[in-house]
């Protein structure tokens, strides 16, 4: 927009962008405010004040005016599906936000209608039961009602899912088809499949169901990443680091992005890292793509960073917090110790999905016992993922090894799951963040979006910030949570440093990447509870304008329009933000109540840890002394 005071005068080296008046948090401790940037080729020039750029404005320089908001480093989510969601984005129908369960309802009615014949509704993860009013999933009979024809296929986390008649029928689930190892198909008392599919404690039933739903077929696997891409944008994400997954096959699944990148069209940065697929096959897989490609192979915008999140299907355990901790196999360790030792001969690191505590230290035995001989960790980079239930005595192990860590705010949706479970002094050091912190291992923070956690950052660092879950249940007292400065910089620089790209992404400084989101609201300055309300209103990666809205619509990039055209981004867009409202006279009372029992959390993780004493000390109250 048109900028008085600022007339273009550079004729040499002269800024592609510059963006002014604004309250930059830089995340670089050598200038950590500004109000003004610029960007040359992609890359921060400038970081100062508008006379700083001033002379770096010329005739084809874009200059926006931030309008006294706040500006932050582009985030970075150290671990999202973003190749297989990018796949996905525009057949899903997304209860992201969604307040109630019959708002949710009412959008998949009007969805089965507007969908053809052979395709599905799907509702697959960034949503929780505890998030809606009633407290409650939906039911098959629900599901029948307001879909009789169409197949309907709900995913609650990676707990189970909801189908209805017309789903089990194409997804050909009868009263003889067997329950799968580690799954469940529930039945009624004549046999046949209700509709409800549990994981036990294993998601493979849930994975497979889905993948008999029709996919996407040439350009439209372009759209749909395209705007799933943008929809990323629009809360400031730049960076990604994709963890693989589930049914993510390496080269044909990642063909699109690969594509994408070519062209020049990615407005999101991706690390991506490389999954086994088949049980029994996966050392043969590994030992196929060391000869394939190698780690750190591509540029800015496409790069592989590794294996993982799993190395062998034996050695992983289940985040289904609504199920006992899985026992695994008693040898994994020696295919296990193939596959580490395969890697780190051949200068791959890698990230492991390792949500306990028991899982982890079998793994770092394995690790030990290879830099006994030299081998371990040989220079590359390694981190465990998620670690609800690690203990200090593993995250020692882990520093001494060289290793780092990745959380999620899987919890902001399962808490109320593993509260339940493991009770609350297991819930108030889950994940310890800040014993990871104090040991100065390098903690990058993510969603592990989109089947279980919703792809929105802010809710993660809304979780990071207070230690609640979308119930509104605090999980984690103060003295396991970190402050907003410290969020956001595991959502920044941390990600960067997990790629080994800290030289040159997660600041706002001369010779970094122009990554950059101009926020809604000021996020060191909101109340707690509107950190999860924030989204950017301009997102810039690599100087390109990819998002933009309000003062600043029409700035970003044109995309094509959304196909299929039934699809329910059409109708209904993604992650549905809902309004802001204050504190009634209830809610007051609420969030007290809530206070006395997360000061009880607070006391309890203090014993633990030998601050406080065990037994807790009698009232005393001299009107009712002797």
Request: charged share 25%; hydrophobic share 40%.
């Amino acid at each position: 927009m048109p900028v008085g005071g600022l007339v273009p005068s550079a004729t040499e080296n002269a800024a592609d962008l510059v963006v002014r008046n604004a309250k930059i948090h830089t995340g670089d401790p050598g200038r950590p405010q500004a109000g003004a940037l610029a960007i040359r080729d992609g890359v921060i020039t400038v970081v100062g004040d508008d006379n700083d750029v001033a002379p770096f404005v010329g005739p084809g320089t874009r200059v926006v005016d931030a309008l006294g908001r706040r500006m932050v480093p582009g985030l970075n989510d150290s671990h999202l599906h973003v190749i297989r969601g990018g796949l996905n984005y525009v057949l899903e129908l997304r209860w992201d936000g969604v307040r109630t369960l019959r708002e949710g309802l009412a959008m998949l009615r009007e969805q089965a209608a507007r969908t053809p014949k052979g395709q599905w509704v799907r509702v697959v993860g960034g949503w929780s039961a505890e998030q809606f009013a009633e407290r409650r999933l939906p039911t098959v009979a629900e599901l029948n009602a307001a879909a009789p024809d169409t197949p309907v296929f709900v995913l609650h986390l990676y707990q189970s899912a909801v189908l209805n008649r017309a789903a089990l029928k194409a997804a050909g689930h009868t009263r003889d088809t067997p329950d799968p190892k580690g799954g469940q198909i529930v039945r009624g008392r004549d046999g046949e499949p209700t509709g409800m599919l549990l994981a036990a404690p294993s998601a493979l039933i849930l994975y497979s169901t889905l993948a008999k739903a029709p996919v996407l077929e040439g350009g439209d696997k372009k759209v749909s990443t395209l705007h799933f891409l943008r929809e990323l944008n629009r809360f400031g994400l730049t960076s990604a680091i994709d963890a693989a997954g589930g049914f993510q096959n390496f080269p044909e699944n990642y063909s699109t992005v690969a594509e994408l990148a070519e062209e020049g069209r990615l407005s999101l940065r991706i690390a991506y890292h490389l999954f086994p697929q088949t049980a029994g096959q996966e050392i043969d897989d590994l030992r196929r793509w060391i000869e394939m490609t190698r780690a750190d192979d591509g540029d800015a915008w496409l790069r592989l960073n590794g294996a993982g999140e799993n190395l062998t299907w034996a050695a992983a355990d289940f985040e289904n917090f609504a199920q006992p901790r899985p026992e695994h196999s008693p040898d994994y360790e020696v295919e296990f110790e193939k596959a580490v030792r395969l890697l780190m001969e051949n200068g791959w690191g890698f990230r492991l999905h390792a949500t306990y505590d028991e899982t982890i230290r079998r793994d770092l035995a394995v690790f030990e016992k290879l830099a006994a001989e030299g081998l371990f960790p040989a220079g590359n980079r390694w981190l465990f993922d998620h670690a609800e239930t690690v203990s200090t005595d593993s995250l020692d192990r882990v520093a001494a090894l060289g290793g780092a860590m990745s959380v999620q705010n899987r919890l902001s949706f399962q808490g109320e799951a593993f509260l339940r479970r493991y009770g609350p002094g297991v819930a108030a050091d889950a994940p310890p963040v800040r014993a990871m912190l104090e040991r100065g291992l390098t903690v990058g923070a993510g969603t592990d979006a989109t089947r279980v956690s919703t792809y929105n950052p802010w809710i993660a660092l809304h979780w990071l910030v207070t230690g609640r879950t979308v119930g509104d249940v605090v999980l984690r007292p103060p003295l396991n949570r970190v402050d907003r400065a410290t969020a956001l910089a595991m959502f920044t620089r941390a990600g960067a440093e997990l790629t080994g790209e800290q030289d040159v992404k997660g600041v706002l400084r001369p010779g970094c990447f122009g990554d950059l989101a101009v926020l809604s609201e000021d996020y060191f300055e909101v109340p707690d509870q509107d950190i999860a309300h924030i989204e950017s209103l301009l997102t810039v990666v690599g100087g390109r304008i990819v998002w933009a809205t309000a003062e600043y619509e029409g700035l970003d990039e044109e995309l094509p329009p959304v196909s299929p055209e039934w699809s329910p981004v059409t109708r209904f867009g993604g992650y549905q933000a809902a309004p802001r409202t204050g504190p009634s006279g209830a809610r007051q009372a609420e969030l007290l109540g809530q206070a006395v029992a997360e000061s009880e959390q607070h006391r309890q993780w203090r014993a633990r840890r030998g601050l406080a004493p065990e037994a807790q000390s009698p009232v005393f109250d001299p009107c009712f002394s002797l």
